[in-house]
């Protein structure tokens, strides 16, 4: 599903302002939609992180920029691993019943 901005401010319980802060540190990449910026789900599931991480357990920016990365990679690899399953099962599938 994509949200307007003002939809995704509402849904994250953010302000306009610390939403641009979040834009300009990269922690969250938005699409540019026709007029406005428009924000996925795994947008606002990564606010709400960002929120966990500064608000209750009080991570620092730089702090939250190395989390967002590690978890950026740890995504990356799941993805990665994923594909090299999915191309092991569809050799494993093809060679069945070869001698």
Partial sequence: MILTKMDFLERAHLDRQ?????????????????????FSEADLARAKLIREL??????????VGIVLHLVDQVHGLRRAMAEVLKSIHQRSGSTRGVP
């Fill in 18 to 38: 610390t939403l641009e802060v979040w834009i300009k540190e990269e922690w969250l990449i938005p699409t540019r939609a026709e007029h406005d910026l428009a």
């Fill in 54 to 63: 500064t608000e209750d357990m009080g991570v620092n920016r730089e702090g």
